[in-house]
């Protein structure tokens, strides 16, 4: 069965901390991985999508990576406003429509 | 440009009733995907309309169904509502065609059943 894991749950960072957000997943074959954010009471916003192992997209302070089972997101020197949920998606082989399964999310959390 | 809208943005509902939501794609979007959020989890699919029809369904009951219109907006119903059925209902837009598809989501409407 295709699964999403993600870690941490939570994750509290002072400004200017760097670090990286982990996203595990098994899938018969991967088709895409997305990265979104989520700030609370709104729906997901689209940050990057992977496509196969090696792969890196940047944006601002967010960095994304891929490897054969999991990607990571990279944060270099957050600010507070980049406090949020992040979620990881992946899209398998296979699919006849556009499924995409979700983690559960990171809560980001950057104290000024 | 118009971004995935949704309505309502809240609705407040007791068990039994039927309720239903309602979502206009992104311009130039074809394809909406239905997700339910619970507090503190991920997403999970519902379904997906695409040209009229239901092309793909999660693990959801019968009691969850929906409809695309030939403007591409789309509607999902919720009948015999359980507590458990209390959570954020996303509406996501994409492009039918090509390999990968980038789903764009609307802000949701959050519904609690009493």
């Known amino acids: 069965e295709d699964q999403v894991t993600q870690s941490p749950e939570a994750l509290r960072l002072q400004e200017g901390e760097s670090s990286s957000l982990n996203c595990s997943y098994t899938v018969s074959g991967l088709r895409g991985l997305f990265w979104y954010r989520q700030d609370p009471g709104k729906g997901p916003e689209f940050l990057f999508t992977l496509y196969s192992a090696g792969e890196e997209k940047e944006k601002e302070r967010l960095k994304a990576t891929l490897t054969k089972k999991e990607s990571f997101l990279h944060i270099t020197a957050p600010k507070p406003e980049d406090s949020a949920t992040y979620l990881c998606a992946v899209q398998a082989l296979g699919s006849s429509a556009s499924k995409i399964i979700f983690g559960s999310g990171t809560r980001l959390s950057i104290r000024p | 440009d118009a971004g995935v809208t949704q309505s309502p943005t809240h609705l407040i509902k007791t068990r039994g009733q039927q309720v239903t939501l309602r979502c206009s794609p992104k311009?130039?979007?074809?394809?909406v995907s239905w997700y339910q959020q619970a507090l503190g989890q991920g997403p999970q699919f519902i379904f997906q309309?695409?040209?009229?029809?239901?092309?793909q369904r999660g693990n959801f009951p019968d009691r969850f169904s929906g409809h695309q219109f030939p403007n591409y907006s789309s509607e999902l119903n919720v009948n015999a509502l359980l507590l458990g059925d209390s959570a954020l209902y996303l509406c996501?837009?994409?492009?039918?065609?090509?390999?990968?598809?980038?789903?764009?989501f609307g802000a949701g409407t959050r519904l609690s059943v009493l």
């Open positions: 309309y695409y040209e009229e029809e239901e092309r």
């Open positions: 996501a837009s994409s492009l039918g065609g090509g390999q990968v598809n980038i789903q764009y």
């Open positions: 311009s130039g979007h074809d394809t």
